[in-house]
């Protein structure tokens, strides 16, 4: 009886939840879930690799399966979601240019500050080892084109379901709180990272989260984002194929002739 008692107050209070925040919760974790366990590369390595590593461009594949999948999986799964699901228009969780003045200023000004911090912390073949993530990209400019294209395509997708399917998914419910709210996930996807990185993800998490509830949009968050990660990707292929590390004039007139 008891139980009986329990289980109808469980109900009830089920049925008073906000419809809207449950489904975006529940498909965040269940996106999320797919992700990491099926579009991911350690998927691909266990599953498709063996088929695939008599093809040359066997690692560049891997990247753009991931890329690719995990666009379909965080970005047309989450807009199927928001058409059939929630009825609402995809303008309402970000996918427009909104405050345009803002947004580009902003991002602007951030690539600007990040641009030296990149060319002085890319100064070292320690860091330039790790950049691009697919090393083979670094000696192959049509590799390397593929492979920024695909990231992209994933980086689109990855400010889509945090600084747009979630963060305004919850927006109504949560006000500014939504911004710490979608930032806990963010952070906690970058656990197996360099500890400073991984602690950064908390400031950088709450900041593009802020830049996407200020302007109305996530877009500026993939302008960002992705202006950074090709920034690194560009400057460390530029002095691995120069071998130079130096952080003078001369240096990077040096870099600027190993593009051609």
Same mark, same amino acid.
């Given at each position: 009886?008891?139980?009986?008692?329990?289980?109808?107050? /469980?109900?009830?209070?089920?049925?008073?939840?906000?419809?809207?925040?449950?489904?975006?919760?529940?498909?965040?974790?269940?996106?999320?879930?797919?992700?990491?366990?099926?579009?991911?590369?350690?998927?691909?390595?266990?599953?498709?690799?063996?088929?695939?590593?008599?093809?040359?461009?066997?690692?560049?594949?891997?990247?753009?399966?991931?890329?690719?999948?995990?666009?379909?999986? $965080?970005?047309?799964?989450?807009?199927?979601?928001?058409?059939?699901?929630?009825?609402?228009?995809?303008?309402?969780?970000?996918?427009?240019?909104?405050?345009?003045?803002?947004?580009?200023?902003?991002?602007?000004?951030?690539?600007?500050?990040?641009?030296?911090?990149?060319? $002085?912390?890319?100064?070292? =073949?320690?860091?330039?080892?790790?950049? =691009?993530?697919?090393?083979?990209?670094?000696?192959?400019?049509?590799?390397?084109?593929?492979?920024?294209?695909?990231?992209?395509?994933?980086?689109?997708?990855?400010?889509?379901?945090?600084?747009?399917?979630? /963060?305004?998914?919850?927006?109504?419910?949560?006000?500014?709180?939504?911004?710490?709210?979608?930032?806990? =996930?963010?952070?906690?996807?970058?656990?197996?990272?360099?500890?400073?990185?991984?602690? &950064?993800?908390?400031?950088?998490? !709450?900041?593009?989260?802020?830049?996407? $509830?200020?302007?109305?949009?996530?877009?500026?968050?993939?302008?960002?984002?992705?202006?950074?990660?090709?920034?690194?990707?560009?400057?460390?292929?530029?002095? $691995?194929?120069?071998?130079?590390?130096?952080? &003078?004039?001369?240096?990077?007139?040096?870099? !600027?002739?190993?593009?051609?």
């Amino acid at each position: 009886m008891q139980l009986r008692h329990e289980l109808k107050k /469980l109900i009830g209070i089920i049925k008073e939840l906000d419809k809207k925040v449950v489904t975006i919760f529940l498909s965040v974790a269940v996106l999320q879930t797919i992700s990491y366990y099926i579009t991911s590369r350690r998927f691909f390595r266990v599953n498709l690799f063996n088929y695939l590593q008599s093809d040359p461009d066997v690692f560049l594949i891997e990247y753009l399966y991931w890329f690719i999948s995990d666009f379909i999986t $965080f970005f047309i799964l989450a807009v199927l979601i928001i058409k059939i699901i929630l009825k609402e228009r995809l303008t309402d969780y970000g996918l427009t240019w909104g405050e345009h003045k803002i947004g580009l200023s902003i991002s602007a000004i951030f690539l600007v500050v990040m641009l030296p911090v990149i060319w $002085f912390f890319s100064a070292t =073949p320690e860091f330039v080892e790790k950049y =691009p993530h697919l090393l083979s990209a670094r000696s192959d400019w049509g590799e390397f084109s593929m492979y920024e294209i695909g990231m992209l395509i994933y980086m689109f997708s990855w400010e889509f379901i945090w600084r747009g399917f979630m /963060l305004f998914g919850l927006k109504d419910k949560f006000g500014y709180y939504a911004v710490l709210i979608q930032m806990i =996930p963010f952070v906690i996807l970058h656990n197996g990272k360099p500890f400073a990185e991984t602690f &950064g993800a908390i400031g950088g998490g !709450i900041a593009l989260g802020i830049l996407a $509830f200020r302007t109305n949009s996530f877009l500026y968050g993939v302008i960002t984002h992705m202006g950074i990660m090709f920034s690194i990707d560009f400057i460390c292929t530029l002095r $691995f194929r120069a071998n130079d590390y130096g952080v &003078g004039i001369d240096s990077f007139l040096n870099l !600027i002739t190993n593009i051609f």
